[in-house]
C-alpha cells in the first residue's frame, strides 16, 4: 500500500501543465463544436470530425485518470487514518456538489430543450420565450414575496426594538414604523392576537384590509414563519409572528400593480398550455449525439477536478492546524505551522494561530509562574499563623471561612471539621450581629470584649475584625482571638493583693502599739 501510494504521488502534473490542458481542452471541444454547426462545409469530411472527437476522447480519458488518482490516494489516506483526508473529502463532497449541480442541470435542461434533428429555429424560439416569460414571471413573483418577507422581518424587527421587558413602548414604536412605512412601499400593518382581535393598524383605521387567519395559518406561524397569501390581484400579505411578544402577530400589505399581476397570470397559464401541448406530441423524439455527451462529461470532470485542487488546498493548512493543535494539547508548544499559502487569508489565520501559540505559552509560564509563587506565599503565611499564640481566622466578603491557624481550634474548642469551608456566622451564631454591625459601619476595625462558655468553663475573650477593602468594596474580614482569660484572672489577683495591703496596713496604723505603751 505504501508503494501504490509513492507511485501515485510521483505521477503528478504541475500547475502550468494543468493550465495547459484546460486551454487544450477548450481548444479541441471549440473546434468540434464549429464542425457540428449547421452549413458547415467541414462536416462533409467525416475524417476531420473523427480526429478531433478521438482527441476528445482521450482528453476525457486523461482528466478521467487523474481523478481516479486523486481518488485511490484518498482511500489510502483514510485507510492511515489522517486527519486531512477525513476534511479533505469533506471539502470534497462540498466542491463535487457544487460543480455537478450546475452541470447536471444544464445537461438536463439541455437534453430536455434542444432538439437537432427535430426542432427548427422557429420553435426553438417560442419554447424559449415562452419558457422565459415564464422563469420572469416567476421570478418577478419570487422578488415580490421575498421583497414582503424581507419588508415583514424589518418591521418586526422594529418592533423588537422597542420591546423591554416584556412591553412595547408605543411612541418609539410608531415612530420607527411610521418612518419605515413612509420609505417602503407597505399598505397597511396590522398588529392583532390570536383571536383576531386587531391592537394597532397602519393607514387603514376601519381595518378594511385585515383576514384574521385561521388555525392552521396560527400553527405555521408560531413555527416561525413567515406566510404569504394573496388577497387579490391588487394586493399581496404577509403574516409573522412577533416572538418577544406572546400571542401577538402581524399583517403587513403591499399594493401590487394590477396589469402586471394579471399579464404574470396570463404568462403562467400560457406556459401550461404549451408544456401539456408539448407533452401530447407523441411523435417528438429528443436524441442526442456523442459529442454532446462527451462535452458533458469532459466539463464535469473539469469542474470536479478543480474541487478536487481546491478542496487540497484548503484542507492541507488545516490538517496541519489539527496536528499542530493536538501535539499543543500535549505541551509541545514548538509545533508551530507553516505560514506559506496561496490565499493571503489562510497566511493571516496562520500567522495568527502561530501568535495565539506563543501568547499561549508566555501566559502559561507566566500563570506557572504566579500559582508557584503564591503556592509559597500561602505556604509562609500559613506558616507563621501556626507560630501565633492568638486565633486567625480569614473571611470572605460573604462571611465564609477561608483560612484559619490551630489556635482558633484550642481557643474555641472546636474541630476542624466544624470550620472547613463552613460560613462564619453558622458556627458562631452568637456574633452575627456584630459581624452585620461591623458591616454596615465605616470603621475599618473594631474590638470586642465578652465572656463566653466553652466546654463549661468561662473564657474571656478578646476579638478583633479587621476589613479587608479594595476599590472601595469590602473583599474580605480578618478575625483574630485572643484568650485574656490568665490575663484577667492575674490582674484580678493582683488586684485583691493590693486591697488587702492596704487594709493591713490602715489595720496597724490605727491600734496602738503595746511597746509604746511601755
Excluded at 509562609?380 to 462571611?399: D, H, K, Y
Aim: charged residues 20%; glycine residues 2%; neutral net charge.
Amino acid at each position: 500500500m505504501n508503494n501504490l501510494s509513492k507511485f501515485l504521488k510521483s505521477i503528478y502534473i504541475t500547475k502550468f501543465s494543468f493550465y495547459l490542458l484546460i486551454i487544450l481542452i477548450i481548444l479541441s471541444f471549440s473546434i468540434t463544436f464549429y464542425l457540428l454547426l449547421p452549413n458547415n462545409q467541414l462536416v462533409k469530411d467525416p475524417i476531420n470530425l473523427q480526429y478531433f472527437l478521438l482527441v476528445d476522447v482521450i482528453l476525457v480519458l486523461f482528466l478521467l485518470s487523474i481523478i481516479i488518482r486523486q481518488i485511490v490516494l484518498i482511500f489510502i489516506y483514510r485507510k492511515n487514518n489522517y486527519d486531512e483526508s477525513r476534511l479533505y473529502v469533506k471539502f470534497i463532497n462540498l466542491f463535487t456538489a457544487m460543480a455537478l449541480g450546475p452541470a447536471i442541470g444544464v445537461v438536463i435542461i439541455t437534453s430536455l430543450f434542444y432538439n437537432l434533428e427535430l426542432r427548427t429555429w422557429y420553435v426553438g424560439a417560442v419554447k424559449n420565450a415562452v419558457v422565459n416569460s415564464n422563469i420572469v414571471a416567476r421570478d418577478y413573483e419570487n422578488e415580490i414575496q421575498a421583497e414582503l418577507i424581507s419588508d415583514t422581518e424589518l418591521i418586526v424587527r422594529e418592533i423588537n426594538k422597542t420591546i423591554k421587558n416584556n412591553q412595547v413602548k408605543i411612541d418609539p414604536m410608531l415612530k420607527a414604523l411610521s418612518e419605515f412605512i413612509n420609505l417602503r412601499t407597505i399598505a397597511n400593518i396590522y398588529i392583532f392576537n390570536k383571536q383576531g382581535e386587531v391592537l394597532l393598524s397602519f393607514k387603514d383605521e376601519n381595518i378594511k384590509n385585515f383576514i384574521q387567519p385561521d388555525q392552521a395559518t396560527i400553527k405555521i406561524l408560531d413555527k416561525n414563519i413567515v406566510h404569504i397569501f394573496q388577497q387579490n390581484n391588487a394586493s399581496i400579505s404577509a403574516y409573522k409572528k412577533i416572538i418577544l411578544l406572546d400571542n401577538l402577530y402581524i399583517q403587513v400589505n403591499r399594493d401590487l400593480n394590477s396589469n402586471i399581476w394579471n399579464h404574470i397570470n396570463d404568462t403562467k397559464r400560457a406556459y401550461e398550455i404549451y408544456t401539456t401541448k408539448e407533452e401530447e406530441s407523441a411523435g417528438i423524439q429528443i436524441t442526442f449525439s456523442m459529442i454532446f455527451v462527451l462535452f458533458s462529461v469532459c466539463f464535469i470532470l473539469i469542474a470536479v477536478l478543480v474541487g478536487f485542487n481546491l478542496a487540497r488546498r484548503l484542507s492541507k493548512p488545516i490538517g496541519n492546524l489539527i496536528e499542530s493543535a493536538n501535539e499543543i494539547s500535549k505541551g509541545n508548544f514548538d509545533a508551530k505551522v507553516s505560514e506559506e499559502d496561496q490565499f493571503d487569508e489562510i497566511k493571516i489565520l496562520l500567522s495568527s494561530y502561530n501568535k495565539m501559540i506563543s501568547e499561549i505559552q508566555f501566559k502559561q509560564t507566566e500563570i506557572l509562574s504566579k500559582s508557584e509563587e503564591d503556592e509559597n506565599k500561602r505556604i509562609f503565611i500559613e506558616a507563621i499563623l501556626s507560630l501565633l499564640t492568638i486565633g486567625v481566622i480569614s473571611l470572605n466578603q460573604n462571611f465564609d471561612i477561608n483560612l484559619y491557624n490551630k489556635s482558633v481550634l484550642k481557643i474555641l474548642g472546636k474541630k476542624q471539621s466544624d470550620l472547613d469551608n463552613q460560613n462564619f456566622i453558622i458556627v458562631f451564631p452568637e456574633w452575627k450581629d456584630i459581624l452585620i454591625n461591623f458591616e454596615k459601619s465605616q470603621r475599618i476595625i473594631e474590638t470586642f470584649q465578652f465572656e463566653i462558655h466553652i466546654n463549661d468553663n468561662a473564657r474571656s475573650l478578646n476579638l478583633r475584625i479587621i476589613k479587608e477593602i479594595k476599590d472601595d468594596i469590602i473583599n474580605g474580614y480578618v478575625v483574630t482571638i485572643d484568650d485574656t482569660t490568665s490575663l484577667i484572672l492575674a490582674e484580678k489577683h493582683a488586684a485583691w493583693s493590693d486591697i488587702a495591703k492596704k487594709i493591713a496596713l490602715t489595720a496597724i496604723s490605727t491600734v496602738p502599739c503595746p511597746l509604746i505603751m511601755i
